[in-house]
């Protein structure tokens, strides 16, 4: 058992948890930030995704413990003050989700991507977006809100 402070979302939270609880299961079922969701707990969906100090992160690869000097930014954490950033907005606009199961992960990975990279052309969304899995097969569309998100924001992602 560890005790440690993870810091999300701009709060600090302290947590106890067993040395090698993933991150994913911290934010879940400690801190019931449930939109962060558990998909193939293998690494291999994208589904946990979060940012860990601006990079995309799978936070069921990660042990809890060891994000607790990070930053970390979950799908909760990005609305301020009721406004969606630019990637939020442009998901709902473009309906880039069916399920809505593999969203909150595609919106961090594309959140990170944009803060990179303000304006990436469509093979470069395709390489950075690659390991985000989407059962329903709304690629299309997610592609088209990730393009309307680089133009509405102009950096301005997350
Ligand atoms: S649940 Fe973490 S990558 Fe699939
Ligand atoms: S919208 Fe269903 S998994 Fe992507």
Do not use: W
């Not at 946990?48 to 799908?75: E, F, H, N, W, Y």
């Amino acid at each position: 058992m560890s005790k440690f402070l993870l810091h999300i979302n701009g709060k600090s939270y302290p947590i106890e948890a067993q040395d090698d609880e993933s991150l994913l299961s911290v934010l879940r079922n400690h801190l019931s930030l449930t939109g962060t969701k558990y998909g193939c707990g293998e690494g291999q969906c994208g589904a946990c995704t979060v940012l860990m100090d601006g990079a995309a992160t799978r936070s069921c690869q990660i042990p809890a413990a060891a994000a607790a000097d990070a930053k970390i930014m979950t799908i909760e954490g990005l609305e301020q003050s009721g406004r969606l950033t630019p990637v939020q907005e442009a998901f709902l606009q473009e309906g880039a989700f069916q399920c809505g199961y593999c969203t909150s992960g595609m919106i961090m990975a594309a959140s990170a991507l944009l803060h990179d990279n303000h304006a990436p052309t469509d093979e470069q969304i395709v390489t950075a977006m690659n390991g985000n899995v989407c059962r329903c097969g709304t690629y299309p569309r997610i592609l088209a809100a990730i393009r309307r998100a680089s133009s509405a924001s102009a950096g301005g992602a997350r």
